[in-house]
């Protein structure tokens, strides 16, 4: 699901379980939704955080099992809280990723990962691809093999300042030790502030 669509789609069923949800104010009103880090396509993501403004008070309880009673399979409320962080507290992100490949897939990427520099390409604002070092970015990881590839753990840099997509690193990976990826899985388990506790 894309970022839009799953803005669209929480607007929807704040409508549908009718939680007194704040509007935008001008031509085109529309629900105050605002994500923390959004997900690229085709990532999951366990424990996402979203900000929704309220015009009147209702129990935080109330308000997860109406959206819950109303969202679609594989979205759900775990849980709401007054907010305790903002969003340029965020430093970093914890990814769980399962690989399938070549029998020695694993042993080559922990051997890439640990590699001093890792440079690869990426656009910048003007569209153009500049080089740019990927290490600094990784703040920790673990590999293990599996049956049919790799897991691999790691944590990346994330937020305003500086945000490393992971699949910016498989790509960098297949690229340069020529392993063909056969099947990716992405989940974001986690996103971390300085103090490395949750974003909240």
């Given at each position: 699901m894309s970022h839009l669509d799953l803005v669209r789609c929480f607007g929807r069923y704040l409508r549908r379980a009718a939680i007194p949800f704040w509007y935008t104010e001008g031509f085109n009103p529309h629900p105050f939704l605002t994500f923390a880090l959004p997900l690229s396509l085709g990532t999951a993501g366990m424990r996402e955080s979203v900000d929704i403004k309220?015009?009147?008070d209702m129990p935080l309880d109330?308000?997860?099992e109406r959206l819950n009673g109303c969202l679609p399979e594989g979205l759900r409320i775990i849980d709401a809280a007054p907010p305790v962080k903002k969003a340029t507290e965020i430093t970093h992100s914890l990814y769980r990723i399962a690989i399938s490949g070549s029998d020695d897939i694993a042993t080559a990427l922990e051997a890439f990962l640990s590699s001093e520099e890792i440079v690869t390409q990426k656009k910048n604002k003007k569209k153009k691809l500049v080089d740019i070092n990927l290490k600094p970015a990784i703040k920790e990881f673990s590999v293990s093999k599996t049956d049919d590839g790799a897991l691999l753990c790691i944590a990346l840099s994330s937020g305003c300042?500086?945000?490393?997509?992971p699949s910016l690193v498989l790509d960098a990976f297949s690229n340069q030790t020529g392993h063909a990826l056969d099947y990716v899985d992405i989940i974001r388990e986690r996103i971390l502030c300085g103090d490395s506790g949750d974003f909240e």
């Amino acid at each position: 699901m894309s970022h839009l669509d799953l803005v669209r789609c929480f607007g929807r069923y704040l409508r549908r379980a009718a939680i007194p949800f704040w509007y935008t104010e001008g031509f085109n009103p529309h629900p105050f939704l605002t994500f923390a880090l959004p997900l690229s396509l085709g990532t999951a993501g366990m424990r996402e955080s979203v900000d929704i403004k309220l015009t009147e008070d209702m129990p935080l309880d109330t308000l997860c099992e109406r959206l819950n009673g109303c969202l679609p399979e594989g979205l759900r409320i775990i849980d709401a809280a007054p907010p305790v962080k903002k969003a340029t507290e965020i430093t970093h992100s914890l990814y769980r990723i399962a690989i399938s490949g070549s029998d020695d897939i694993a042993t080559a990427l922990e051997a890439f990962l640990s590699s001093e520099e890792i440079v690869t390409q990426k656009k910048n604002k003007k569209k153009k691809l500049v080089d740019i070092n990927l290490k600094p970015a990784i703040k920790e990881f673990s590999v293990s093999k599996t049956d049919d590839g790799a897991l691999l753990c790691i944590a990346l840099s994330s937020g305003c300042t500086e945000n490393v997509n992971p699949s910016l690193v498989l790509d960098a990976f297949s690229n340069q030790t020529g392993h063909a990826l056969d099947y990716v899985d992405i989940i974001r388990e986690r996103i971390l502030c300085g103090d490395s506790g949750d974003f909240e």
